[in-house]
């Protein structure tokens, strides 16, 4: 299974937007990118998914590279409850199931 | 109603006891997986069960066994566990099928976890 790598922790100040990168270099050409987010003493919630073409939710934009080796996900305009640990994630298909690998995450802290 | 339940919250057990866990939902979904997540950790696929079978076993040891009895319960049952299985252990559901194009996504919702601890 191919896996995502991501920078440890970022920072960024209040109401500014904010590039969380994500490195998948063996990714599969039929292998999702998924973003969720784990705030503390919850599960982790959905934040937008992709395949080839970058996309836009309301809450945030997915920007997908070319070759699909890396990916980044935007949020516009960071609030204090954007605080959490951001999981870059791919999804291939085994088995019949789509199963989540989990990539190493990258723990934002948003400064008021 | 988009809520995974997870019961207990917190459970302390001893390495000779037995004891479940149990996850429950009410959306229809047809795939329902358990995660182990260590401190500091991403979350570790453990199983995935499609339409009340066993999809995914990703190589977990025998002391941990899940069960899915009907489509709205998924349990995983422990037995002889060791200190180093003490994690957060999460349920999460999703429909079943791919993820579907960009506004028609089928994702996944987790609960929020057992915290297990093994003396």
């Known amino acids: 299974d191919a896996k995502t790598t991501q920078p440890n922790s970022m920072e960024s100040n209040e109401e500014e937007p904010v590039h969380l990168p994500c490195n998948h270099s063996?990714?599969?050409?039929?292998?999702?990118i998924h973003w969720y987010r784990q705030l503390p003493s919850q599960g982790p919630e959905y934040v937008i998914h992709?395949?080839?073409s970058n996309v836009n939710n309301r809450m945030a934009s997915l920007a997908i590279a070319e070759d699909r080796k890396s990916s980044t996900l935007i949020l516009h305009r960071a609030t204090l409850r954007d605080a959490a640990v951001y999981y870059c994630?791919?999804?291939?298909?085994?088995?019949?199931?789509?199963?989540?690998?989990f990539g190493t995450g990258t723990r934002l802290k948003v400064l008021a | 109603d988009t809520e995974v339940t997870q019961t207990p919250k917190h459970l302390v057990m001893g390495m000779t006891n037995k004891k479940s866990l149990k996850c429950e939902q009410h959306?229809?979904?047809?795939?329902m997986y358990w995660y182990k997540q260590k401190a500091k950790k991403p979350p570790e696929l453990m199983f995935v069960?499609?339409?009340?079978?066993?999809?995914i076993n990703e190589s977990v040891p025998s002391r941990f066994s899940p069960e899915c009895p009907n489509s709205s319960l998924l349990n995983l049952h422990l037995h002889a566990l060791q200190p180093e299985d003490s994690a957060l252990y999460l349920c999460?559901?999703?429909?079943?099928?791919?993820?579907?194009?960009?506004?028609?996504?089928?994702?996944?919702?987790f609960g929020p976890g057992t915290r297990l601890t093994v003396l």
């Open positions: 959306m229809g979904h047809r795939a």
């Open positions: 992709g395949l080839t």
């Open positions: 063996t990714i599969s050409g039929t292998d999702y």
């Open positions: 069960y499609s339409y009340e079978k066993l999809s």
């Open positions: 994630i791919l999804s291939p298909l085994t088995s019949g199931t789509y199963k989540y690998i």
């Open positions: 999460a559901s999703r429909t079943w099928g791919g993820p579907g194009r960009q506004g028609t996504y089928n994702e996944q919702f």
